[in-house]
């Protein structure tokens, strides 16, 4: 019985990594590692390169070695694993959550459905011309009221671990430039995140502070 409950807990592992391997970007073992422990798999990120391997040898992923950490991905031509019973709606419905949320949800879980955004992506292809569902993406648009601006650019990394201590209500500790031109570090509270056009606010509490300041993040 426990090993038939250990090959099972195999199989549920192995299927939620084809799951999580994107096709454009990269993921890491390390980003594997923290997305299944979300899941409640503990595995240690060199059981997960174990499996990465020999994943390898039956789908379509490529590893690429050629700086550490190694990142993994579907190949080129792949068609990827396609996950059951997404329709056209459901399809249309991620399309538009990918394109307008992905700065008002956790950067864990944006990187988590990857593989359904890829499949949306699949199910509305070309094979779906024609289909309502796919003609609704290009009939609406998000339109600024006023002069648009492009976005500042975010370092890699500073809005994932924005996103994950505001999500798991975390202290974050800061390192910033303030208006003034001052650098300045302190370890904040963070409470809420806003999204005003292009711009991305963050609310949140500075340790010692009574009350609440906005923090601009972008």
Known sequence: ????????????????????????????????????????FDRDVRSIQRQLDVLSQHFDIERDDRNKPYGYRWKEQSAGFSLPGLNEKESMLLTLAEQHLHHLLPAGLMRSMEGFFQQA?????????????????????????????????????????????????????????????????????????????PRLFLVCRFEGAASNLKCNTS
């Not at 099972?8 to 890491?28: A, Q, W």
Request: cysteine-free.
């Open 1 to 40: 019985m426990k090993q038939r409950a250990n090959k099972l807990e195999g199989l549920l592992l192995s299927l939620e990594l084809l799951k999580r391997i994107p096709r454009r970007t990269k993921v890491t073992a390390a980003e594997l590692k923290q997305q299944l422990a979300d899941l409640g």
């Open 121 to 197: 992506k699949m199910t509305l292809g070309r094979q779906a011309t024609g289909k309502p569902e796919r003609e609704w993406l290009r009939k609406v648009r998000v339109a600024s009221t006023t002069q648009p601006l492009l976005p500042a650019k975010i370092e890699d990394g500073v809005f994932e671990a924005v996103s994950n201590a505001l999500f798991a209500n975390h202290w974050l500790t800061v390192d910033y430039t303030n208006a003034s031109g001052a650098r300045k570090v302190a370890k904040v509270m963070p409470l809420g995140l806003g999204q005003q056009g």
